[in-house]
């Protein structure tokens, strides 16, 4: 059986072939040789130049392209190049007018199975040659999935399908190092079954496989496509998160995974399973920067997640006892603590004793001289440190996802003061601004949870402004804005902070609900002496206006650069040319001593200057 036969017989659809020919009279002449082969099982498309033929390849599957080297459109390997490059695992088979010996071996080199002179081949040729390319092309297609088949053998698990230990090893050690490079974070889940071995014991191993393929399947279907699973041998698995933002990101996932395997597993024969799991977590680079660090760590918190349920259950699995785990103990420090380790755990125990204050720094209008905000300062009252400013901890405290319930202690204190403010002191219209990490943007429920501190103290939506940086602002896109759309809602106002350093787009600005930008304080500090930044200050100021948005700028430390900021239309400014940041009762105490509708920046500096108020 020659191996165009062999195409034939096992073909039961048509065989489609596209000819590539400018020449008619050749086209019809090549056709008729291969239908006198194949009959009515030939289908042909003809086209006479490489864009027709590029376009028919990327449109309808063909079995095979008999090429002229020279058309309308191109010649010579660039003929071929278009063709092989539209449809890589399509044989080829060169049949040109002019082909000498050099010409063919560099088709053949460049990816043609075959290659014929047109006038030195017999009127059967083309088709016996046809039939060669393709059996040749399908052997090496089989070749080919051969070897994918041995490598994928070579790199997964069999019975799961999930990356073996020396893949995942390569990916985290690959992770670890773009982290490196990038000042990103890796975090790593270590999960194990428990009771694995009583399941296979009483169970078998047939139910116990089914078991580990049904765990893998929900692992899978708890993480990104930018995550890795994999199983490092028996009951044990691994996941892989790079590019976290914060420790809060990693316990999202783990807590996905035990309420993912609540729901009972079918073992099949009327037989249901609800497996146990302890989950273990850690985080590049606190926990550590290598792969065997991050593993060890992973696989310390796990055993410590084990042992602390180990006498809230029965060693022995029951059916219907859910996954369950001790989210604030997975990242509980062992008794050897790393540098890191020690810094979270003293932001810890520094929130669980209210050592972090909230300071208000006033915001004004300085053509109607009246204060209209206060933007609330995190500050941590250290015993041994004293007061310290947020630079020293904040980005720890988003590494570990302390941002988010420090962040809501912030708000739930600004709401309070607002609320007091308005109705105590008199200042009806005053707003409160406060600082919105990206970790709290992305966390998700954020908006109910605010939802839930407005009602709790009784603040309304317009006295609160949430300032969010520009690199936060993008860090998601779209889901971003819709985040800020659910959280206007609320009756809030959003201002973009730091305006000018970061990555904002103009499309951001256009789309999303921002009331505001807030100038960057490296700009203001400068513009009297640089040109350069006066006029992105004059540039920011008309792209507010023509956005009808609200223009804030910080960082004011002089009457010069107040003045030339109005100049600038630039009317909403903060600075410690106007006072800098107060504690809740010393911003109280300057209301209530100054009437607000007389408060103007002459009498709010005065009275700081002789003391009224406390800083």
């Known amino acids: 059986?020659?191996?165009?036969?062999?195409?034939?017989?096992?073909?039961?659809?048509?065989?489609?072939?596209?000819?590539?020919?400018?020449?008619?009279?050749?086209?019809?002449?090549?056709?008729?040789?291969?239908?006198?082969?194949?009959?009515?099982?030939?289908?042909?498309v003809h086209v006479a130049t490489v864009a027709q033929a590029i376009r028919s390849l990327m449109e309808m599957p063909f079995d095979a392209v008999v090429l002229e080297l020279a058309v309308g459109d191109a010649s010579g390997m660039a003929t071929l190049a278009g063709v092989r490059g539209?449809?890589?695992?399509?044989?080829?088979?060169?049949?040109?007018?002019?082909?000498?010996?050099?010409?063919a071996l560099r088709a053949l080199r460049a990816g043609a199975q075959e290659c014929l002179a047109k006038e030195n081949t017999p009127?059967?040729?083309?088709?016996?040659?046809?039939?060669?390319?393709?059996?040749?092309?399908?052997?090496?297609?089989?070749?080919?999935?051969?070897?994918?088949?041995?490598?994928?053998?070579?790199?997964?698990?069999?019975?799961?399908?999930?990356?073996?230990?020396?893949?995942?090893?390569?990916?985290?050690?690959?992770?670890?190092?773009?982290?490196?490079?990038?000042?990103?974070?890796?975090?790593?889940?270590?999960?194990?079954?428990?009771?694995?071995?009583?399941?296979?014991?009483?169970?078998?191993?047939?139910?116990?496989?089914?078991?580990?393929?049904?765990?893998?399947?929900?692992?899978?279907?708890?993480?990104?496509?930018?995550?890795?699973?994999?199983?490092?041998?028996?009951?044990?698995?691994?996941?892989?998160?790079?590019?976290?933002?914060?420790?809060?990101?990693?316990?999202?996932?783990?807590d996905t995974i035990l309420d993912c395997l609540q729901a009972p597993l079918d073992l099949g024969d009327g037989q249901s399973l609800v497996v146990e799991a302890s989950v273990g977590a850690a985080m590049s680079p606190i926990d550590?920067?290598?792969?065997?660090?991050?593993?060890?760590?992973?696989?310390?918190?796990?055993?410590?997640?084990?042992?602390?349920?180990?006498?809230?259950?029965?060693?022995?699995?029951?059916?219907?006892?859910?996954?369950?785990?001790?989210v604030g103990e997975t990242?509980?420090?062992?008794?050897?603590?790393?540098?890191?380790?020690?810094?979270?755990?003293?932001?810890?125990?520094?929130?669980?004793?209210?050592?972090f204050e909230v300071h208000y720094q006033p915001i004004l209008h300085v053509i109607s001289e009246h204060l209209i905000a206060a933007e609330a300062l995190l500050r941590w009252r250290d015993p041994d440190h004293g007061l310290m400013s947020p630079s020293s901890f904040l980005s720890l405290a988003e590494d570990t996802g302390l941002i988010v319930p420090i962040g809501e202690m912030v708000l739930r204190a600004a709401c309070s003061a607002v609320v007091g403010w308005r109705t105590h002191v008199g200042a009806r219209d005053i707003r409160v601004s406060v600082n919105l990490s990206g970790v709290q943007l992305r966390e998700k429920g954020f908006d109910r949870r605010l939802a839930a501190i407005l009602k709790e103290t009784g603040c309304p939506g317009d006295a609160?402004?949430?300032?969010?940086?520009?690199?936060?602002?993008?860090?998601?896109?779209?889901?971003?804005?819709?985040?800020?759309?659910?959280?206007k809602a609320l009756g809030l106002r959003i201002v973009v902070d730091d305006f000018g350093v970061g990555r904002t787009s103009?499309?951001?600005?256009?789309?999303?609900?921002?009331?505001?930008?807030k100038i960057d304080r490296r700009f203001i500090s400068q513009m009297l002496v640089d040109q350069r930044d006066l006029a992105i200050v004059a540039s920011l100021s008309w792209l507010a206006q023509g956005l009808s948005i609200a223009l804030i700028a910080e960082g004011v430390e002089s009457a010069e650069q107040s003045q030339r900021l109005v100049r600038l239309q630039c009317f909403e400014q903060q600075g410690f040319y106007f006072s800098d940041a107060l504690p809740e009762s010393g911003l109280t105490a300057l209301l209530n001593a100054t009437r607000l509708t007389d408060l103007d920046t002459r009498s709010w500096r005065s009275a700081r200057a002789v003391g009224a108020v406390g800083g």
Do not use: W
């Open 86 to 103: 539209a449809a890589p695992t399509v044989p080829v088979v060169v049949f040109a007018r002019s082909l000498d010996e050099a010409l």
């Open 506 to 517: 103009m499309t951001f600005l256009r789309t999303a609900p921002v009331d505001g930008i």
């Open 123 to 254: 009127p059967d040729g083309l088709a016996r040659m046809l039939g060669y390319a393709m059996e040749r092309q399908r052997r090496l297609a089989t070749l080919e999935a051969a070897h994918s088949d041995a490598a994928h053998r070579a790199t997964h698990d069999p019975l799961t399908g999930l990356a073996n230990r020396e893949l995942f090893l390569a990916q985290l050690e690959r992770a670890l190092a773009f982290g490196a490079r990038y000042a990103r974070k890796t975090g790593l889940l270590f999960v194990d079954l428990d009771g694995f071995k009583e399941i296979n014991d009483t169970l078998g191993h047939a139910k116990g496989d089914v078991l580990l393929r049904g765990v893998s399947s929900r692992l899978l279907q708890c993480v990104r496509r930018s995550d890795a699973v994999a199983r490092l041998g028996g009951d044990e698995f691994v996941v892989l998160l790079p590019d976290v933002t914060s420790r809060r990101d990693v316990a999202y996932v783990r």
């Open 1 to 44: 059986m020659t191996a165009s036969q062999h195409v034939v017989v096992d073909t039961d659809r048509a065989l489609r072939v596209l000819l590539v020919d400018n020449d008619a009279g050749e086209a019809q002449r090549s056709e008729e040789g291969l239908r006198a082969r194949f009959g009515d099982r030939l289908a042909v």
């Open 288 to 326: 550590g920067v290598s792969a065997d660090e991050l593993l060890a760590a992973a696989d310390a918190a796990m055993y410590r997640d084990k042992f602390d349920r180990r006498g809230a259950r029965t060693s022995t699995p029951t059916l219907g006892v859910a996954a369950t785990s001790h």
């Open 331 to 355: 990242f509980a420090p062992s008794a050897e603590q790393s540098v890191p380790q020690r810094r979270e755990s003293r932001l810890r125990l520094a929130l669980d004793h209210g050592e």
């Open 464 to 487: 609160l402004v949430l300032e969010l940086s520009e690199n936060s602002a993008l860090q998601d896109g779209d889901g971003t804005i819709e985040t800020l759309r659910d959280l």
